[in-house]
């Protein structure tokens, strides 16, 4: 019952769902579109692109920072979404939450398999970037003070923890390694310091 | 090494945060299907992601938009999530698997046993008749989905017939106000394909869908109880027929 009313509470939100903007509508929401492309709907997903193209670009490349190769991956993930519409699990999350994460695996795969033709000649334990050139960078592109705001609001050792793992592409266990601390820790504070995160920008998103 | 195969709970912020790989990643997903706890914390924390995701506004390339439109135009979509097809061994037996499992469905709303009931849908009125007829035809296809919000759904489907028979079990309540509706989805456009009665001991249906068309799907949704015109709910269910 539960499930049903947070399905139905997300539904009745969404206003005339028609045509996009043909009656000067307002927007479809993504996950009105998402599920138009899953039935194959090509203007529903150049409307999907043309919302989404900045975002899924500024996760990309974060993470590989190369523009050329972030501008590959970035498209990769868009036809991505077209060919996986259907797979779209509204129960799991919106639309957004679902682009975002196949765009994040995308661009650390692509780091990791870079990381791993690197290793295979240097057969070095530690990865290549120093954590403070990574937490410097993504620091300083933090341009909105809200999330700032609330990574800050997180211990060091969540905040450093989620930062090289969501930004620098890193495995848990190599986060451990870099920090000199237990994987077992590691885990730990990724997930308290996402909870956290969530409660701090879910509140600012309300203010 | 040390693992953490004594709490793998701990691993859902990592694995939110694409940061498992290997045999920490299987063992973490295996975990996952079964912890209901964990997949609501997941969908916070990916919720929290977009926020790390999406906080610097950026300019895309230009003509990304496009050239992803573009390649997608070349790329065939892939099919929802849906439980393969039963048995495909021979025309015969797909046609008796497909009218057992629907017979042992439809038996329970008839009151009637399985072994019987295609026999006395057939003496029953025209709607009871005209399943029968999808469920006699030689091309009988059956598909099983999960319905995104909770509970399957099995179709019967034949296509030289332009018809299907819907049933579900366990779907989630919804308001007396309103209704599950069927909707076949073309290129056309979304058709509404027949409201859902309300269910009785947890199984829905069956109804008959006709005028299929090739290329339809199948999809179902929330609407008020008079029905829409329009899907205006989230698709809880799409299947490819």
């Not at chain 1, 000067?24 to 150049?46: I, Q, T, W």
């Not at chain 2, 849908?121 to 091309?139: E, K, M």
């Not at chain 2, 919000?149 to 034949?158: H, Y």
Request: some cysteine; proline content about 6%; hydrophobic content about 45%.
């Amino acid at each position: 019952m539960l499930r049903i009313l947070s399905v139905w509470t997300a539904g009745s939100q969404i206003t005339p769902r028609g045509r996009a903007s043909a009656d000067g509508a307002p927007c479809p929401d993504l996950e009105y579109l998402l599920n138009r492309v899953a039935v194959g709907d090509h203007a529903a997903f150049e409307a999907l692109c043309h919302r989404l193209d900045a975002a899924v670009f500024s996760a990309v490349s974060r993470v590989v920072r190369d523009p050329s190769q972030s501008e590959e991956v970035a498209q990769d993930v868009l036809v991505e979404v077209w060919r996986i519409a259907s797979r779209f699990d509204p129960s799991k999350g919106s639309a957004m939450a679902w682009v975002m994460t196949i765009a994040h695996r995308r661009a650390v795969d692509r780091v990791r398999s870079a990381q791993r033709s690197a290793e295979r000649e240097l057969r070095s334990a530690v990865p290549p970037v120093a954590y403070d050139q990574v937490a410097e960078t993504v620091a300083d592109r933090l341009e909105r003070a809200r999330v700032r705001h609330c990574l800050g609001s997180l211990t060091d050792l969540q905040r450093e923890a989620i930062v090289l793992a969501y930004y620098g592409g890193y495995t848990y266990r190599q986060v451990a390694e870099l920090l000199g601390v237990a994987a077992g820790t590691v885990s730990t504070r990724m997930r308290d310091g996402l909870l956290r995160l969530r409660n701090c920008l879910e509140r600012t998103d309300e203010n | 090494m040390r693992t953490n195969r004594r709490e793998p709970h701990s691993l859902v912020g990592a694995y939110a945060l694409d940061a498992i790989a290997g045999i920490d990643l299987v063992r973490f997903e295996r975990h996952l299907a079964r912890c209901r706890r964990c997949a609501a914390e997941l969908r916070e924390m990916r919720q929290a992601a977009v926020g790390l995701a999406t906080d610097r506004g950026c300019e895309p390339p230009p003509g990304l938009a496009e050239r992803a439109i573009a390649a997608a135009s070349r790329i065939r979509q892939l099919p929802p999530a849906a439980w393969p097809p039963v048995a495909r061994p021979s025309r015969a037996a797909r046609i008796a698997v497909g009218i057992a499992a629907v017979a042992v469905i439809i038996a329970g709303f008839l009151g009637v046993s399985a072994r019987t009931a295609v026999d006395q849908l057939g003496a029953q009125q025209s709607r009871a008749r005209a399943i029968a007829t999808v469920l006699a035809a030689p091309d009988t296809t059956v598909l099983n989905a999960r319905v995104s919000a909770g509970g399957r759904a099995t179709i019967v489907m034949s296509a030289s017939r332009h018809a299907l028979i819907f049933t579900a079990t366990s779907l989630p309540r919804v308001p007396p106000s309103h209704c599950y509706e069927l909707w076949l989805m073309g290129p056309g456009g979304d058709r509404p394909a027949g409201m859902l009665p309300h269910p009785r001991h947890g199984m829905t249906g069956p109804v008959l869908t006709s005028g299929l068309r090739p290329d339809d799907r199948l999809g179902l949704t929330v609407e008020p109880a008079g029905g829409s015109r329009h899907p205006s709910t989230a698709v809880l269910l799409v299947v490819v027929l």
